[in-house]
């Protein structure tokens, strides 16, 4: 049973970078999956940022694509994010996410999800 | 404003049917697959069905999921109280390289 739990400050400052982190248990990242980080502003709805897989093939959200890195650390079994200046447009729960994805067909889904952390972006 | 447009609410009683809809376009719904989550109240969201009509072990066979053309459907029969949540459809986007979800659509039993 995979098991995902975000990590990071629940608090930004306006302009500075948000750095989150998703330790995995229960499945090793090498052993195959994109491994994604979804978010979702209070009361509104979901928005994927981004997929990683362990070689580091990346996919990203195009509007996001400028302000986002997502690494992985396959020595720790963990990924990661990073939004650089941020806005109050950025306080969201962040959600990290087991993502299948295939490429060829198309077909992908997320079936695994980490619990979720508030950040909150303010000055 | 969403890729794929859900109608913001459902409601129906006990025991009955319910379905929510999905619309999108052919550089979506049209050519890649559906999968449908629901997010209970102050919790993560949790893989209803995926490839557009198949349940995960452990979804009851109350939830369903079809699809035709450029639009999809989530189908919940003999309804909870606890269906109570928001349910989201989700598919890649060819054109925009970028999976998209639709905007929600909160299920009131009542």
């Known amino acids: 049973q995979v098991h995902l739990q975000e990590s990071g400050p629940g608090l930004v400052k306006t302009s500075e970078t948000l750095s989150l982190t998703c330790a995995v248990s229960g499945y090793s990242i090498r052993s195959g999956y994109f491994w994604a980080w979804i978010r979702q502003p209070p009361g509104k709805g979901l928005e994927w940022i981004g997929s990683?897989?362990?070689?580091?093939?990346?996919h990203h959200n195009p509007p996001l694509k400028s302000r986002v890195t997502i690494s992985v650390d396959t020595s720790e079994n963990q990924f990661s994010l990073r939004l650089t200046s941020v806005t109050a447009a950025d306080t969201a729960t962040y959600y990290c996410?087991?993502?299948?994805?295939?490429?060829?067909?198309?077909?992908?889904?997320?079936?695994?999800w980490g619990q979720g952390t508030l950040v909150t972006v303010s000055s | 404003q969403s890729v794929l447009t859900q109608p913001p609410s459902v409601s129906a009683a006990p025991g009955q049917k319910v379905t929510i809809s999905c619309s999108g376009t052919?550089?979506?719904?049209?050519?890649?697959?559906v999968s449908w989550y629901q997010q209970l109240p102050g919790t993560a969201p949790k893989l209803l069905i995926l490839?557009?009509?198949k349940r995960p072990s452990g979804i009851p066979d109350r939830f369903s999921g079809s699809k035709s053309g450029t639009s999809a459907t989530l189908g919940i029969t003999g309804l909870q109280t606890g269906d109570e949540a928001d349910y989201y459809c989700?598919?890649?986007?060819?054109?925009?390289?970028?999976?998209?979800f639709g905007g929600g659509t909160k299920l009131t039993v009542v």
């Open positions: 996410a087991r993502h299948d994805f295939i490429a060829p067909t198309l077909r992908d889904f997320f079936d695994s």
């Open positions: 989700e598919t890649w986007d060819t054109s925009l390289s970028a999976v998209v």
């Open positions: 052919y550089s979506n719904i049209g050519n890649n697959y």
């Open positions: 990683i897989y362990h070689t580091g093939d990346t």
């Open positions: 490839d557009d009509d």
